[in-house]
T-cell receptor, first 116, second 113 residues
Framework: AQSVTQPDIHITVSEGASLELRCNYSYGATPYLFWYVQSPGQGLQLLLKYFSGDTLVQGIKGFEAEFKRSQSSFNLRKPSVHWSDAAEYFC??????????????FGQGTTLQVKP | DADVTQTPRNRITKTGKRIMLECSQTKGHDRMYWYRQDPGLGLQLIYYSFDVKDINKGEISDGYSVSRQAQAKFSLSLESAIPNQTALYFCATIDKGLWNEQFFGPGTRLTVL
């Protein structure tokens, strides 16, 4: 069965430090991969997505993610975190060749806290 | 104005009551989704609709029903609310391509006592 795992439930980093949020997926073929961010009291917003091609993808707000097929991972990174990045981050996978639902399978989420 | 709106934003109700959560969108998208978010579980798909006449169950549809009144409106109903339906509910829309960005509403926090 398809699944997404975000091993870190909660991460705290200092403002200005680098950030890496981990995401592992389980799916037989190459999936569509997404990272969404949920700010407090808000809906989810797409940060970036990977479908094919260059395995390093750039997103909004200075985020990037790297697809590593051998590790079934799609980790999110940012070189320098800002206080406004404090939020919950969700990794999601959409399965190609599924029943054409556009259904996303979400990970459990990682809450990012930023220390001044 | 927000592209995807949800009403109410917060609701407290009692076990056995019927509740309707409403979603409206101005993006002109045909495809709409209802998700439920529980702490530590991410988002789970309840129902989805590809147009007014096309309604489909998601992975956790039991205890819920939906109505697609128009392209812009997609309502979620809990016929007889129970405490384990306490959660944060999100509506989302997507443009024609299946894997385009999903646009989410701000969510409805529902508490069933």
């Amino acid at each position: 069965a398809q699944s997404v795992t975000q091993p870190d439930i909660h991460i705290t980093v200092s403002e200005g430090a680098s950030l890496e949020l981990r995401c592992n997926y389980s799916y037989g073929a190459t999936p569509y991969l997404f990272w969404y961010v949920q700010s407090p009291g808000q809906g989810l917003q797409l940060l970036l997505k990977y479908f094919s091609g260059d395995t390093l993808v750039q997103g909004i707000k200075g985020f990037e993610a790297e697809f590593k097929r051998s590790q079934s991972s799609f980790n999110l990174r940012k070189p320098s975190v800002h206080w406004s990045d404090a939020a919950e981050y969700f990794c999601a996978v959409g399965a190609k060749g599924s029943s054409n639902t556009g259904k996303l399978i979400f990970g459990q989420g990682t809450t990012l806290q930023v220390k001044p | 104005d927000a592209d995807v709106t949800q009403t109410p934003r917060n609701r407290i109700t009692k076990t056995g009551k019927r509740i309707m959560l409403e979603c409206s969108q101005t993006k002109g998208h045909d495809r709409m989704y209802w998700y439920r978010q529980d702490p530590g579980l991410g988002l789970q798909l309840i129902y989805y609709s590809f147009d007014v006449k096309d309604i489909n169950k998601g992975e956790i549809s039991d205890g819920y029903s939906v109505s697609r009144q128009a392209q812009a409106k997609f309502s979620l109903s809990l016929e007889s609310a129970i405490p384990n339906q306490t959660a944060l509910y999100f509506c989302a829309t997507i443009d024609k391509g299946l894997w385009n960005e999903q646009f989410f509403g701000p969510g409805t926090r529902l508490t069933v006592l």
